[in-house]
């Protein structure tokens, strides 16, 4: 059964500071999502990585994949209030496109 | 607006009887998804619908059955309802197909509270 940590559970963070969530997997993926929550909310997407080595970056975040280390970073650069929200990585197991793990969510909150 | 959209968004009813949520894309999508929410923030794919056609059916009582009219929509029906079931219900819809990101959308939730 594919198995989907991210840490940490929970962040808290200065405006102004960088920070990395972590994703690990425990299965060959070949599509790694992000996704973002916010209280009360739905999910937005933020982020799909298709490859190895694929980098992303909107804004103040980029989220990379490295599929042989069966791991994918968020990081958080120079973080601004707008930001706190729950962030989840979801994991595919290769062959089965659709079928979504979740990560157990990171809850950031960045203070001023 | 092009969006995936799901009603009720709140629902609080007894222990018991039986509700159906309901979830509609305009998305132009193949795929349809329910999820379960629980109150730690978990969450779990319960069922996919591609093309009306159930492609994920997780280990999920079945008292939930899914039902899939067309590739636009795709409605939940609970039968007797447990206070475990209370949780948020999210929807979600993508294109399917190994050739393609299959990024997933998701709807607002519906917010069910058994009592």
């Known amino acids: ?112 | 607006d092009t969006a995936v959209s799901q009603t009720p968004k709140y629902l609080v009813t007894q222990m018991g009887n039986d509700k159906s949520i309901k979830c509609e894309q305009n998305l132009g999508h193949d795929t349809m998804y329910w999820y379960k929410q629980d109150s730690k923030k978990f969450l779990k794919i319960m069922f996919s619908y591609n093309n009306k056609e159930l492609i994920i059916n997780e280990t999920v009582p079945n008292r939930f059955s899914p039902k899939s009219p067309d590739k636009a929509h795709l409605n939940l029906h609970i039968n007797s309802l447990e206070l475990g079931d209370s949780a948020v219900y999210f929807c979600a819809s993508s294109h399917f197909g190994a050739g393609g990101d299959n990024e997933q959308f998701f709807g607002p939730g519906t917010r069910l509270t058994v009592l």
């Not at chain 1, 594919?2 to 969530?21: C, R």
């Not at chain 1, 909107?58 to 994949?65: D, F």
């Not at chain 1, 706190?84 to 990585?89: D, E, R």
Request: glycine residues 6%; hydrophobic residues 35%.
């Open chain 1, 1 to 112: 059964e594919l198995k989907v940590e991210q840490n940490p559970l929970f962040l808290s963070m200065q405006e102004g500071k960088n920070y990395t969530i972590y994703c690990n997997y425990s299965t060959t993926s070949d599509r790694l999502y992000w996704y973002r929550q916010d209280p009360g909310k739905s999910l937005e997407s933020l982020f799909v990585l298709l490859s190895n080595g694929a980098v992303k970056q909107e804004g103040r975040l980029m989220a990379s994949l490295d599929t042989k280390a069966r791991l994918s970073t968020l990081h958080i650069t120079a973080a601004v209030h707008d930001l706190s929200a729950t962030y989840f990585c979801a994991v595919a197991p290769t062959g089965t496109a659709s079928k979504l793990t979740f990560g157990t969510g990171t809850r950031l909150q960045v203070t001023l």
